[in-house]
Structures are given as C-alpha cells and as structure tokens.
C-alpha cells in the first residue's frame, strides 16, 4: 500500500482516537468526580464540537509528526508521548488556573474533572501513537550540561511568560479587564510560581528531544509544535468561565510564545549532545 495512504490512515486514526478520548474522559471524569460541567453556550467562532473536531486534528497533526520520530521502545513512546500530552495539555495548564481561580472560578470538582478526562484521552492516544508507529529502541544519546542548561531554561520561560503577556496579552482591553487590571496579582509571588512551571517546561523539554531522532532543528521545531499546540488549541472550546474575547487572545500568547520557547529549550538541550557510536538499525518511519 501506498506510504502516503498508509500514513493517512494512522493520522485518521489519531484523530479518532483523540475525539473519543475527548468525550470518553469527560464522561468518567463526571462520573468519577460527580462534577456538573459548566454549561456551553455559543462562544466564539466554533460549537463546542466543531472545537473538539478541530483541536483533535491539530494535536493530531504534532503527534503524527513526533510518533515516527520515536527512537524507543513501544512503552518508551508511550510513556514519552502521554507525558507530552498531559503535561502540556492539563498539568501546567492546572497549576496556572488554580492559582488564577479567583479570576476564572472553577470549582474543585471541576479541576478534578478536567484532570481526569483530560488523562483518559492522554492514555488513549499515546496508546494508539504507539501501537501505529513500531520501531526498536535506538541507543540513548548523552545529554551533557544539564546542571546548567536545566537553570538557563527556567528564567528563559520566565521571560517569554511575562514579555508575552505584557507585549501581547495585556494589550488587549479584555483581558486587563477580565483580571481586574491584575491589580489584585502578587507579581513576585507570579514569578515564583512560574519558576516551577519553568522547571516542568524543562524537563518536558528534556523529555522531547531525548525520545525524538533527526536533526537538531527537527526535533526543536517539533518540540516547539507541541508546546505551542498541545497547550494553546484547547482555547478554541466554547468556555463560559472565560470568554472569548479574552481566549483568543490568549490563543495567540500562547501559541506564539510557547512555539518560540520550546524551540530554543530545545536547542539549549540539543547543544553538544554525545551520539551513541552504535549504529541503529533502520526502520520506515511509517
């Protein structure tokens, strides 16, 4: 069969499994947490499932990208992708919107909700990746410097969260006035916050480029694409705590900024990095 068909195919698959993901993990984070979720209306240029449609075809597309890129073995990618997943996608998207729940107001049951759906649908498409895309275990590559790459990525994520959201998020009218002026935010106590962020960021970006093959400015753009997509496209869902005069421009924080971060994470890590003096055997990326 036709190495284009065949790929074809595997996205589609993806895709599917991203969806039913998506509304599988809301039905037992429901179930599990007995949370009400908070009632839909029209809000932006997409349904709520036109939206699930959409941001499963672009976390598709990255994931897609990265699975044949895999250099380990089918629990290595599964682990490397699930922890890509929900650690963009929920983890660091959480710790940010309890600490901003007195602007967004989410109830405990809610979190835990998200937190939960958002695992099953984690699970469901690293899963399905894996199981796509075979490949053996290539030997691992030796990342040195880390003592001081890890502490150089952590202030630079501090400088692309706040001049991102000066420069582009606090532009905007709505925004400012969706957090009250941000009169009420302890910017020191923000920093401090965004310095574990920034140590997560770093070991998801360390996490990317050990699990991927190819070139330096492959793996970074697609370490970029993930961190920009994973975390940026779930802002197109219709969100009656946020509305989308304010997600939108948030879509575009994110998405630029997190894009330009993830690529130079990536080339900070990829820096003098010690390839194994084994071979690896070759396999199709498909």
Same mark, same amino acid.
């Given at each position: 069969?036709?190495?284009?068909?065949? %790929?074809?195919?595997?996205?589609?698959?993806?895709?599917?499994?991203?969806?039913?993901g998506?509304?599988?993990?809301?039905?037992?984070?429901?179930?599990?947490?007995?949370?009400?979720?908070?009632?839909?209306?029209?809000?932006?240029?997409?349904?709520?499932?036109?939206?699930?449609v959409v941001?499963?075809?672009?976390f598709?597309?990255?994931?897609?990208?990265?699975?044949?890129?895999?250099?380990?073995?089918?629990?290595?990618?599964?682990?490397?992708?699930?922890?890509?997943?929900?650690g963009?996608?929920?983890?660091?998207?959480?710790?940010?919107?309890?600490?901003?729940?007195?602007?967004?107001?989410?109830?405990?049951?809610?979190?835990?909700?998200?937190?939960?759906?958002?695992?099953?649908?984690?699970?469901?498409?690293?899963?399905?990746?894996?199981?796509?895309?075979?490949?053996?275990?290539?030997?691992?590559?030796?990342?040195?410097?880390?003592?001081?790459?890890?502490?150089?990525?952590?202030?630079?994520?501090?400088? %692309?969260?706040f001049?991102?959201?000066?420069?582009?998020?606090?532009?905007?009218?709505?925004?400012?006035?969706?957090?009250?002026?941000?009169?009420?935010?302890?910017?020191?106590?923000?920093?401090?916050?965004?310095?574990?962020?920034?140590?997560?960021?770093?070991?998801?970006?360390?996490?990317?480029?050990?699990?991927?093959?190819?070139?330096?400015?492959?793996?970074a753009?697609?370490?970029?694409?993930? %961190?920009?997509?994973?975390?940026?496209?779930?802002?197109?869902?219709?969100?009656?705590?946020?509305?989308?005069?304010?997600?939108?421009?948030?879509?575009?924080?994110?998405?630029v900024?997190?894009?330009?971060?993830?690529?130079?994470?990536?080339?900070?890590?990829?820096?003098?990095?010690?390839?194994?003096?084994?071979?690896?055997?070759a396999?199709?990326?498909?």
């Open positions: 069969m036709n190495r284009y068909v065949v %790929f074809a195919l595997k996205f589609a698959g993806v895709w599917l499994a991203l969806i039913i998506q509304m599988a993990g809301g039905m037992i984070g429901q179930m599990l947490t007995h949370a009400a979720p908070p009632a839909m209306k029209p809000d932006g240029p997409l349904s709520l499932t036109a939206a699930i941001a499963a075809g672009l598709a597309v990255v994931l897609s990208a990265m699975a044949p890129a895999m250099q380990w073995s089918f629990w290595g990618r599964f682990a490397a992708l699930f922890g890509l997943l929900y963009l996608e929920s983890l660091l998207s959480l710790i940010e919107a309890i600490y901003f729940n007195a602007y967004v107001h989410m109830t405990d049951a809610l979190l835990w909700m998200m937190a939960v759906g958002n695992a099953v649908k984690a699970v469901l498409a690293a899963l399905v990746c894996a199981l796509l895309w075979r490949g053996e275990s290539q030997p691992a590559e030796r990342f040195s410097g880390l003592a001081w790459k890890i502490p150089v990525i952590i202030p630079l994520y501090i400088v %692309f969260y001049g991102a959201g000066a420069l582009i998020a606090w532009q905007s009218a709505d925004v400012r006035a969706y957090y009250a002026q941000g009169f009420h935010i302890d910017q020191g106590q923000l920093a401090l916050l965004q310095v574990g962020r920034g140590l997560i960021w770093a070991l998801l970006a360390l996490l990317s480029v050990a699990s991927l093959t190819g070139g330096t400015w492959k793996r753009v697609l370490t970029g694409l993930a %961190f920009s997509v994973f975390m940026a496209a779930t802002l197109l869902y219709p969100n009656p705590l946020m509305p989308w005069s304010v997600r939108h421009v948030h879509l575009v924080e994110v998405g900024s997190n894009f330009l971060f993830g690529i130079l994470a990536a080339l900070i890590l990829l820096g003098k990095v010690r390839h194994p003096t084994t071979t690896p055997s396999r199709s990326p498909l």
